[in-house]
């Protein structure tokens, strides 16, 4: 299966922002899907474990969501930070593989 | 705190092995809660997840690299190691090695990376 994600995306500072990430095949709701950020130079970074938890000291301005009817997660960041400016990832597997959607670029302008 | 630092050659050649190590620091690769992995990312691309092993030394590779990869776990100096055979300019990329949660199956901590160049 795959995991497809927009390329970019673009919003103000302060404003909430949502980023897609559609499985092709299987439903979404089967296996758990993780999110990453990963600042330029830096290594990645988890975000959001089992659909929408967060690991301790990450700000609940990031929330993950399921939708199964689109068969698809989602990543949203509300109060946008210029220091939210980063690649993000989605991550989740099937029996023995995983995969990663092709990440998504976040633009805070 | 757990540490994971890659190291290997920087600088390939094609058709030749790839061979890196992990060193693993702040915590035990015996323990039975984690998987050890690779992941890499191609510059100005994605990640792609390697392969996987777990303590009791069962592996799980990519389909796409499955016939030229290895993953092996060396308890005694708290490692694990990739290889990957029959290099090309295709593998060129930033190598990773992570630890991943048994039970919530998320890449929790990443080494900083290791560059690869197939040459």
């Known amino acids: 299966f795959m995991l497809s994600q927009p390329h970019s995306v673009s919003e103000s500072p302060g404003k909430t922002v949502t980023i897609s990430c559609t499985r092709s095949?299987?439903?979404?709701?089967?296996?758990?899907v993780q999110w990453y950020q990963q600042r330029p130079g830096s290594s990645p970074t988890i975000l959001i474990y089992e659909d929408n938890q967060r690991p301790s000291g990450v700000p609940d301005r990031f929330s993950g969501s399921i939708d199964s009817s689109s068969n698809s997660a989602s990543l949203t960041i509300s109060g946008l930070k210029t220091e939210d400016e980063a690649d993000y990832y989605c991550?989740?597997?099937?029996?023995?593989?995983?995969?990663f959607g092709g990440g998504t670029k976040l633009t805070v302008l | 705190q757990l540490h994971l630092q890659e190291s290997g050659p920087r600088l390939v050649k094609p058709s030749e092995t790839l061979s890196l190590t992990c060193d693993v620091s702040g915590g035990s690769i015996s323990t039975s809660s984690y998987y050890w992995g690779w992941i890499r990312q191609p510059p100005g691309k994605g990640l792609e997840w390697i392969g996987s092993i777990y303590n009791s030394g069962s592996t799980y590779y990519s389909p796409s690299l499955n016939s030229r990869v290895t993953i092996s776990l060396y308890r005694s100096q708290n490692q694990f190691s990739l290889q990957l055979s029959s290099l090309t300019a295709a593998d060129t990329a930033v190598y990773y090695c992570?630890?991943?949660?048994?039970?919530?199956?998320?890449?929790?901590?990443w080494g900083q990376g290791t560059l690869v160049t197939v040459s």
């Open positions: 991550h989740s597997y099937e029996s023995a593989n995983q995969v």
């Open positions: 095949s299987g439903s979404i709701a089967s296996n758990y």
């Open positions: 992570a630890r991943q949660r048994l039970r919530y199956f998320d890449w929790a901590d």
